[in-house]
């Protein structure tokens, strides 16, 4: 499996395991995010910070994300984004609809204070 699923209390962390998010893995992805979606998971952080490549198929199954989360009233969080993949988040503009942190400890603190609203 490409990917480590952790539910943990109020969001479900998904880290792609490998370098690359592209054709060979994406449908995968968008599939584990169904899933997790429909058993009621409404926050995801989705860690790719091993992930050294992403072409379009892996920005569809990251908008997928953002918008089961979105449906749902909770929270996509896009964090360890490594040079090659933040160009590609940039140069698509997904940087301005996307919340990206640095580090998932971070993704986990704004997930904390974003629920204290």
């Given at each position: 499996?490409?990917?480590?699923?952790?539910?943990?209390?109020?969001?479900?962390?998904?880290?792609?395991?490998?370098?690359?998010?592209?054709?060979?893995?994406?449908?995968?992805?968008?599939?584990?995010?169904?899933?997790v979606?429909?058993?009621?998971?409404?926050?995801?952080i989705l860690d790719v910070s091993n992930c050294e490549y992403c072409d379009s198929s892996?920005?569809?199954?990251?908008?997928?994300?953002?918008?089961?989360?979105?449906d749902a009233i909770g929270t996509f969080i896009l964090t360890g984004l490594q040079p090659d993949v933040?160009?590609?988040?940039r140069i698509s503009m997904l940087h301005t609809v996307l919340i990206i942190t640095k580090t998932f400890d971070e993704a986990v603190n704004l997930l904390i204070e974003k629920e204290k609203l």
């Amino acid at each position: 499996m490409d990917f480590e699923i952790v539910k943990i209390a109020d969001y479900t962390r998904i880290k792609v395991l490998n370098d690359r998010l592209d054709t060979s893995n994406a449908p995968d992805l968008k599939s584990e995010l169904v899933a997790v979606n429909a058993n009621g998971e409404k926050n995801i952080i989705l860690d790719v910070s091993n992930c050294e490549y992403c072409d379009s198929s892996g920005l569809s199954a990251i908008l997928v994300a953002n918008r089961l989360c979105e449906d749902a009233i909770g929270t996509f969080i896009l964090t360890g984004l490594q040079p090659d993949v933040e160009q590609i988040i940039r140069i698509s503009m997904l940087h301005t609809v996307l919340i990206i942190t640095k580090t998932f400890d971070e993704a986990v603190n704004l997930l904390i204070e974003k629920e204290k609203l």
